[in-house]
T-cell receptor
Framework: NAGVTQTPKFQVLKTGQSMTLQCAQDMNHNSMYWYRQDPGMGLRLIYY???????DKGEVPNGYNVSRLNKREFSLRLESAAPSQTSVYFC??????????????FGPGTRLTVL | AQTVTQSQPEMSVQEAETVTLSCTYD???????LFWYKQPPSRQMILVIR????KQQNATENRFSVNFQKAAKSFSLKISDSQLGDAAMYFCAYRSPIMDSNYQLIWGAGTKLIIKP
């Protein structure tokens, strides 16, 4: 049981390049999330997916797209990377259900640098 | 809109002593969840403790406990018998129980905890 996994762990891009961050969870959770973390700030939600086949924008969606490929996988794509997207990206999953079962489980993060 | 404030950017404590990290929040809701997450140098976010607002009893997990003051909108984390492995960033987070599909967490900016040997 690996929990939430993310690839890659590190990535350096040049401005204008594209890339996809991969996330997978093996806990059979319905909801998945993409966050970014910048110095001195808490996590900010980019996109989320409440269930397979659905995605919705979070607080900072501009410059990103997502795909909920199946229940396990939720990818984040940067079509044309910008230096402002330099950040640490976290994927998380959460089971939708009864009161109290609302904890989000996080992946190890991806450190992205855009030059 | 809800906000979460952690007023201590950095705290330090001697190993084996007790330290308290502060968190305040602003909300108009009467029911909600509060969390403390730990982020060690490995960067992974790890849940430390969770509190449901409808519960008056403060949550406890081994050496970690909270002081939940609902009227004051305060949610502090106490770490007893501090250990070197407790050194990390600690984040306070808030979640509304409103039954939509979002379940978005609202995060504080974090407190860096340093443990002195």
């Amino acid at each position: 049981n690996a929990g939430v996994t993310q690839t890659p762990k590190f990535q350096v891009l040049k401005t204008g390049q594209s890339m996809t961050l991969q996330c997978a969870q093996d806990m059979n959770h319905n909801s998945m999330y993409w966050y970014r973390q910048d110095p001195g700030m808490g996590l900010r939600l980019i996109y989320y997916s409440a269930s397979e086949g659905t995605t919705d924008k979070g607080e900072v969606p501009n410059g990103y797209n997502v795909s909920r490929l199946n229940k396990r996988e939720f990818s984040l794509r940067l079509e044309s990377a910008a230096p402002s997207q330099t950040s640490v990206y976290f994927c998380a999953s959460r089971v939708t259900g009864l009161r109290g079962t609302d904890t989000q489980y996080f992946g190890p993060g991806t450190r992205l640098t855009v030059l | 809109a809800q906000t979460v404030t952690q007023s201590q950017p950095e705290m330090s404590v001697q190993e084996a002593e007790t330290v308290t990290l502060s968190c305040t929040y602003d909300t108009s809701e009467s029911d909600y969840y509060l969390f403390w997450y730990k982020q060690p140098p490995s960067r992974q976010m790890i849940l430390v403790i969770r509190q449901e607002a409808y519960k008056q009893q403060n949550a406890t997990e081994n050496r970690f406990s909270v002081n939940f003051q609902k009227a004051a909108k305060s949610f502090s984390l106490k770490i007893s018998d501090s250990q070197l492995g407790d050194a990390a960033m600690y984040f306070c987070a808030y979640r509304s129980p409103i039954m939509d599909s979002n379940y978005q967490l609202i995060w504080g900016a974090g407190t860096k905890l340093i443990i002195k040997p």
